[in-house]
């Protein structure tokens, strides 16, 4: 099955062989020397000098760890509201019974710099923005530098869900000055689902340090001082995961990052130019170059379309989310997944729509999606 | 090399190719399929027809999710506390500010029914009792059947750390009333660290519907919906994992549960026997039959030992924790771990001492393992 969904992506044949190697035990030099790798590789990632954190459970666990170690009470956090994983993290605040307000937007925009800058002009007590760089529900991506920009002028620290978007979208943590960035294996990372990855900087740590936090497993202080001690865990870590994600890293690192955020931006547009060309509009307003979501055409069911897309042509792409459930798909440019699987993929899709009765050009999809590669 | 650890433990071949397998996507028929006979092995592990769950985390996020879902405000939890991981659950309970007490005992000594008898008379306020089945870092088990009884007589619910324990100790849930019994993928289930799991009854289903979580993540209430809703997980699984789980699971049970707890007491009793008689004491008091902890003899340095052990035999077992550092040595018999691998392993802990000039009769571990055998 080729794995065009915004996650989880193909995990290349030499990541998966690494799963497969005899366990190790983390308590270990080989274990410690892995593990240091993984933190290097993850600094390349995230483009930052800050503590890189290794955490065993999928991206929410990550980005909840993010919030909660973090949110010191005291001041309030603003969660820019725009999208599924937006709502779940406004969710992780209520649950944890974090103070907070919402910046609300509609699916498939997303809040620019100036709507965040009033909200922290109007409320001083704000001192956490949550933003999610790319909601992969609605395929859209914010400007998150320019975010990071106004908050930093307004001493909030921002916190990053990047889960669909490091390793696929320019993110320059350090010299954009994001204090925190959350973010999962199992996007752009070519690795499984099952590993949480969080970094976190010195003004984040500095809050961090000012409380006690709400939570235990995913208190991001007990990960610090274990990592601090030669590259330990505070609990048994899934260690197949993270042998696998050296590899992953250093390949990443060997591509290039900037080589990488071209590629994804490259088959975003390509995907985009290709929904346009027969009749499959772009959803978002602000389109992220991650994940591309293009709205069904009347009169076609996404679940037929899906369904054959799988059985006669071996491509998985994702439905809807939530409210978007039947009203849009979701191709990935994330991973390993390059200009053939996408290109092979956009015809493919080509080919159902027609049997199914959609009206447009054979193949200007395709052509569409050439030029503008 | 030879994992004799307690945790993890050895994976087999088998099931490390399973981790290698291309990835599945977690919203397929075909993924749905492998949770529910993930679902099903469980509940023939734990001896229930309770909900079971699959969580992406380690063992201390399944026992944390046990506590923050089910222990509701309005009733204090009673933490059993005679080792590393109970001290653990009671800073869980801290940490999410769940009102507790603690029963104390000293280390290598697990508290008998009565004492915690004593307490749930004399708190009526006590709504739960946490207790760890085997507490790893001393090597001891407590008797959860009896436990189990008068905890129910006293209508609070009983909270179990199995996860040194289930599928290498007796555990029946259902027939000896334990409500919620949580547990990790890296001991006796034969797989790598990364999964936790988590069997929740009827009766503490009721308790965890009665109050919102103060948790997001390990929140249950969202696992048992996605469960309930086709086999469906709340967040990204751990795909690989899940998968080789269903192969650990259908090899537990074609082994027979009773036949894997016969083989775990059998390699306990053997290594009781030999440690007795080459002068390393047991350190419990009541000793468990999953995780062997021998007393380290005057003048031997346990590094030392461990790292020959290592570098000439490949074999590794795990030293002490916390204040147990330097005192004890432990060895696992859960998980793929025979009678071979054990008698070759305490055979080469007598060539070891041996010539670090401990005085003992050289072969008289290995005979008297025999002959408890």
Redesign the interface.
């Known amino acids: 099955?080729r794995?065009l969904?915004p996650?989880?992506?193909?995990?290349p044949q030499e990541i998966?062989?690494e799963?497969?190697?005899?366990?190790?035990?983390?308590?270990?030099d080989e274990y410690r020397r892995i593990l240091r790798e993984v933190t290097e590789g993850l600094q390349y990632l995230f483009q930052t000098k800050a503590t890189c954190l290794t955490i065993?459970?999928?991206?929410?666990?990550a980005m909840?760890a993010a919030i909660v170690s973090t949110c010191a009470p005291g001041r309030k956090a603003l969660v820019v509201r725009n999208g599924k994983f937006a709502e779940r993290w406004a969710?992780?605040c209520r649950?944890?019974?974090i103070d907070h307000v919402t910046c609300d937007a509609e699916w498939g925009t997303a809040p620019g710099p100036d709507r965040i800058a009033e909200h922290l002009a109007a409320d001083p007590s704000i001192g956490y923005v949550i933003v999610v760089h790319c909601e992969t529900s609605t395929g859209t991506a914010c400007d998150l530098e320019a975010i990071a920009r106004v908050t930093r002028e307004h001493h909030a620290l921002l916190i990053v869900d990047a889960v669909a978007s490091a390793g696929a979208l320019p993110l320059r943590m350090d010299a954009w000055g994001v204090d925190v960035v959350a973010t999962?294996s199992?996007k752009a990372m070519m690795l499984?689902?099952?590993l949480g990855f969080v970094a976190v900087n010195d003004r984040a740590w500095a809050a961090a340090e000012s409380f006690?936090?709400?939570?235990?497993?995913?208190?991001l202080k007990a990960y610090r001082k274990a990592l601090a001690a030669d590259f330990d865990a505070p609990?048994?870590?899934?260690?197949?995961?993270v042998v696998a994600a050296r590899k992953a890293l250093a390949s990443i690192r060997e591509e290039g990052i900037e080589n990488i955020w071209a590629k994804s931006s490259r088959l975003a547009r390509a995907t985009r130019a290709a929904g346009r060309a027969i009749g499959l509009h772009v959803f978002s307003q602000q389109p992220s170059d991650s994940v591309t979501a293009l709205c069904v055409p009347e009169g076609i069911d996404d679940k037929v379309l899906r369904t054959r897309l799988r059985n006669e042509h071996g491509v998985?792409i994702?439905g809807g989310q939530g409210k978007l459930q039947g009203r849009i798909v979701r191709i990935g440019h994330m991973g390993q997944v390059d200009a053939v699987d996408t290109l092979g993929a956009l015809a493919a899709i080509e080919l159902v729509l027609a049997s199914m009765g959609h009206t447009f050009t054979l193949g200007a999809g395709v052509t569409a999606a050439l030029r503008a590669m």
Chains 1, 2 share one sequence.
Do not use: K, W
């Not at 996650?7 to 995990?11: A, F, L």
């Not at 799963?19 to 270990?28: D, E, G, I, K, S």
């Not at 609990?235 to 995961?241: D, E, M």
């Open positions: 099955m794995l969904t996650g989880p992506t193909p995990v998966l062989a799963l497969a190697r005899p366990m190790v035990h983390h308590r270990t065993t459970g999928s991206g929410t666990a909840e969710d992780v649950a944890f019974r999962g199992q499984p689902p099952g006690s936090s709400p939570a235990y497993y995913n208190c609990y048994t870590p899934a260690i197949p995961l998985m994702a």
